[in-house]
């Protein structure tokens, strides 16, 4: 049984541009959660996506949006990059009222 | 606001000694994880902790959770080299809601 999966690994985007990043959750879980993980802190909490529906929200600005599909895989996209959202975007899938299985990121760097 | 504060943020100790990480949070929540991060890698879940009192041990780590004191240990015994790395608490906004407020993280290195 697949974990959690996430695609590309990494990727390297210039100030301004948008990014899209992909996470197929573990079989069963039906919620995905995205964190944001600066270099030398924990994970931050950017939203979580349960029956196509943005369920939850951290405090990221509207540049950061979400979409769950009807297979409960996830995107998370982010419009006008700036040198700031450079971090490991980590995605997080959970079964109802269970825990949650982190996916192994990816690593975006934005020059 | 849910605070997660950790307790040392960095820790170096000799193999073969003990020693405590903490993690103090600022709200009520019945609901306490523990993970574990190498390097440029993703989060490992190490224990989840449910209930006042709930202790759990896997081999050289044990951790514990004090609702009322709102305080989770992680107890390292015996340190061996294999167990440096990041530690984080995380803590479950509002219980049922899955989304986890992280600690700050203990970097631990174990010197040989």
């Known amino acids: 049984d697949a974990g959690v999966t996430q695609s590309p690994t990494h990727l390297i985007k210039t100030r301004g541009q948008q990014v899209t990043l992909r996470c197929s959750p573990k079989?069963?879980?039906?919620?995905v959660s995205w964190y944001q993980q600066a270099l030398g802190q924990g994970p931050q909490f950017i939203f979580q996506?349960?029956?196509?529906?943005?369920?939850q929200r951290g405090n990221f600005p509207d540049r950061f949006s979400g979409h769950q599909f009807p297979n409960y895989s996830s995107e998370l996209n982010v419009n006008a990059l700036l040198l700031g959202d450079s971090a490991l975007y980590l995605c997080?899938?959970?079964?109802?009222?269970?825990?949650?299985?982190f996916g192994p990121g990816t690593r975006l760097t934005v020059l | 606001e849910l605070k997660v504060e950790q307790n040392p943020l960095f820790l170096s100790m000799q193999e073969g000694k003990n020693y405590t990480i903490y993690c103090n949070y600022s709200?009520?929540?019945?609901?306490l994880y523990w993970y574990r991060q190498d390097p440029g890698k993703s989060l490992e879940s190490l224990f989840v902790?449910?209930?006042?009192?709930a202790v759990k041990q896997e081999g050289r780590l044990m951790a514990s959770l004090d609702t009322k004191a709102r305080l989770s240990t992680l107890h390292i015994t015996a340190a061996v080299h294999d167990l440096s790395a990041t530690y984080f608490c995380?803590?479950?906004?509002?219980?049922?809601?899955?989304?986890?407020?992280f600690g700050t993280g203990t970097r631990l290195k174990v010197l040989a």
């Open positions: 079989s069963g879980h039906d919620t």
């Open positions: 997080a899938s959970s079964a109802p009222y269970n825990e949650q299985f």
């Open positions: 996506y349960y029956e196509e529906e943005e369920r």
């Open positions: 709200t009520t929540s019945d609901r």
């Open positions: 995380a803590v479950d906004w509002s219980s049922g809601t899955y989304k986890y407020i």
């Open positions: 902790l449910l209930s006042n009192g």
